[in-house]
DNA sequence: ACATTATGAACAC
DNA sequence: TGTTCCTAATGTG
């Protein structure tokens, strides 16, 4: 449940805490026995997220492609090393390095673990791949994909997607220009082409209703009618989300919001968003009550009202 | 105990 | 457009 500040989030943590360290790599649920046993002793170069996409290329060459899919998650363990503004913590001589257990999927949770429980940790359900060094446990259950690729085909897989704002940092006008083509170019609603990945990377559901409605946008708007400039502050406030997401590990989308409100809504679901979930409660603008309807097989949310 | 649901996408017609 | 896959939490009886 994961959308692209969490793949983001995930590809951060294991640069901290994987790349570079030789790995045990193994398949306790056993659905990726032969792949693990090409990675296992191997060493992971880099981690990088791409939309929705894990690329973890390794010093034999192969590159672990990961899709979380609706409900895949990593389980961290050990000496799980601090995000801060989304990377390494900053600072701090020996920031206190607890051991503790994250979980990065849909919503992150995290405890810190009692001494004296087991190392390395049991698996529990059903852990697709376990990375492990000798302080720091990853666990992958429920992914969509998790395969072992060449170079080639780890390109292949980046060049059918959208741009993604992280990736394209260097390039944010550009790539919003390609955006801009893309969408403008068809027929088809813009609320179908946000979450297509091949035309803009690592929007999901909860972002992209909630990008429509801060642009109030009608999500059934052809995308050849939505003008240029629309397109483009639809790209901009996305790269802001995404940063915002990366940083907090939540998807807050209200822009409406003071400190006190903001610390609120971070720790209540409730009060995340404008209109996502939200099917009968009151616009938080407007107070119509906010619409569910079917958009290519995935609920859409929007406010009738607001969203012209 | 069982059914439902989910922040996704590939595939078959 | 509908079906299928992957897993776990939540809701219902």
């Known amino acids: 449940m994961p959308e692209g500040h969490t793949v983001h989030r995930i590809a951060r943590q294991l640069a901290l805490d994987v790349v570079g360290r030789p790995l045990a790599v193994s398949s306790p649920q056993g659905r990726f026995a032969d792949g693990a046993a090409r990675l296992d002793g191997r060493t992971m170069t880099a981690a990088s997220a791409v939309g929705k996409q894990l690329l973890c290329p390794f010093d ?10 609706l409900y895949g998650a990593w389980d961290f363990h050990g000496d799980v090393s601090p995000l801060v503004d989304g990377d390494r913590a900053r600072g701090s001589l020996g920031a206190p390095r607890v051991r503790r257990a994250v979980r990065m999927g849909e919503d992150e949770s995290e405890r810190t673990a009692g001494d004296g429980l087991a190392w390395p940790p049991p698996p529990v359900g059903a852990v697709r791949v376990r990375l492990a060094t000798d302080a720091f446990v990853a666990d ?19 060049d059918r997607l959208g741009p993604d704002p992280v990736d394209r940092a260097g ?16 027929g088809v609603p813009v609320g179908q082409l946000l979450m297509d990945q091949a035309v803009v990377a690592g929007i999901g559901n909860i972002y992209r209703a909630e990008l429509l409605f801060r642009a109030r946008l009608d999500p059934w ?57 939200r099917t009968g409660l009151p616009c938080r603008v407007c107070g119509t009550p906010v619409v569910v309807e079917d958009m290519a097989a995935r609920k859409l949310y929007r406010c009738p009202t607001c969203q012209v």
Do not use: F, K, N, Q
């Open 60 to 69: 034999s060459g192969e590159v672990l492609r990961v899709h979380l899919g």
């Open 171 to 186: 390039d944010l006008d550009a790539a919003g220009r390609e955006v801009v083509d893309r969408v403008t170019a068809r």
């Open 140 to 158: 992958l259950r429920g992914p969509s994909a998790c395969e072992v690729l060449t170079p080639d085909e780890a390109a292949a897989v980046r």
């Open 221 to 277: 708007t052809p995308g050849r009618r939505v003008p240029a400039e629309v397109v483009r502050a639809l790209w901009d406030d996305w790269a802001g989300l995404l940063a915002d997401g990366i940083r907090d590990g939540v998807m807050l989308t209200r822009e409406d919001l003071d400190a006190d409100g903001r610390a609120a809504a971070l720790r209540d679901r409730d009060l995340r968003h404008w209109v996502y979930g």
